[in-house]
């Protein structure tokens, strides 16, 4: 295969900017298989990214009847209709900041138990960590219905709390943060454990040695080279908050968010002009802490290993430490296992909350009923 040099004297790399990117193309057309890959990427992103934006973003300025129209947007601004916009967008922005902050402290938990403090368990650990990936996210708002809801077994069954009108339940945000947390918490353990086992030991091991305390390294060196790592996966559960629909259906209460929003425009009010609207209102704030988190990360150097460490890896010696994180990974692991055995006895139970006997019925019903919703499902 021929190269070309990209050295200060190379052609290429003489001329303006445009000419530049000229010869780069001709350069891609010599090649015919990267020009054919380049090409069909291209067709693939306008087809599947750019143009639905593109009628997405639109559709909220244009009317039925083709007319150009910003009346969706104008309302966030009246008396009227914008007092309830404002707090919906609001709230929205609230549980996707919430969610994505608890999601990534909660994954760098169970990163730095595994990686680090040689939790007892580790295989177990990793794969209960991922179980929430495989499964309806909507599937843990129902079981904490279950559990803490109005009838719920532990609310009404066990602690015996009445709840009145106005009073505080499981619905609303504070349900819908603990159940988003805990459905989108593992793409933040995978991403955060990966990079805390490429880490440069030579650089912790560097500064304890000139006795630096446990706290002072962790902040200025360890804390400082996962900042890639926690900024990514801050968007990313920022971005899934936000576009989930399952979890604010079940247990929002109350609250509205916007991805309700949208969906009751176009399933209720068949209003896709709306729809579009809100849809763009939702984008702006992700394209905004994108564009922060980009800022932030780029602005700094961080220098890490991209193939094996150099030396051993670092574990952590203090013991508080140690099983204070341990402690807190088993308890958020016996959590999830509730929540799921919550699921699994609640298809047997007769009628939860108030029978809570054995029973195939709902089994029974699934198999005979149910089998093309299921086929379709699976398929």
Not at 34 to 62: D, K
Not at 287 to 295: A, E, K, P
Request: positive net charge; glycine residues 8%.
């Amino acid at each position: 295969m021929q190269t070309t040099s990209s050295s200060p004297d190379s052609p290429i790399n003489k001329g303006t900017p445009i000419a530049r990117r000229i010869r780069e193309f001709s350069l891609i057309g010599r090649d015919p298989v990267l020009f054919m890959s380049l090409l069909l990427s291209a067709i693939f992103i306008f087809v599947f990214v750019v143009f639905p934006l593109y009628r997405s973003v639109s559709g909220g300025f244009i009317s039925k009847d083709g007319a150009w129209d910003v009346t969706y947007f104008a309302r966030y601004f009246d008396d009227y209709y914008g007092p309830n916009l404002r707090k919906a967008f609001f709230d929205t922005m609230l549980m996707g900041l919430l969610s994505a902050t608890a999601g990534t402290l909660v994954g760098f938990v169970f990163a730095y138990a595994i990686v680090r403090c040689k939790i007892p368990g580790r295989n177990f650990v990793h794969w209960m960590a991922l179980v929430p990936t495989v499964s309806p996210p909507f599937a843990l708002a129902l079981s904490m219905i279950l559990l803490f809801g109005r009838n719920g077994l532990i609310t009404r069954k066990l602690l015996g709390i009445e709840f009145v009108q106005g009073m505080n339940d499981i619905y609303g945000l504070d349900g819908l943060v603990i159940v988003q947390t805990i459905t989108f918490f593992s793409v933040s353990y995978l991403m955060l454990k990966a990079m805390l086992e490429r880490l440069n030991p030579a650089m912790e091991e560097a500064a304890a040695s000139m006795g630096a305390g446990r706290f002072y390294l962790f902040r200025t060196v360890t804390l400082p080279l996962l900042i890639p790592g926690l900024a990514g996966s801050f968007l990313l559960l920022f971005v899934e908050s936000l576009a989930d629909l399952g979890n604010p259906l079940f247990i929002a209460g109350n609250k509205t968010v916007l991805s309700a929003q949208i969906f009751l425009a176009v399933i209720g009010e068949y209003n896709y002009q709306k729809a579009s609207a809100m849809s763009l209102v939702l984008i702006i704030p992700t394209l905004i802490i994108f564009l922060v988190q980009r800022y932030y990360v780029n602005r700094r150097s961080y220098i890490s290993v991209t193939g094996k460490p150099a030396g051993s890896q670092i574990f952590e010696k203090d013991p508080v430490i140690r099983w204070t994180v341990n402690i807190i990974t088993y308890l958020i692991i016996a959590f999830i296992i509730l929540l799921y055995a919550t699921i699994i006895y609640g298809s047997f139970s007769t009628a939860w909350g108030v029978n809570f006997a054995p029973t195939l019925k709902h089994w029974t019903l699934t198999v005979t009923r149910g089998v093309e919703a299921i086929l379709d499902t699976t398929f």
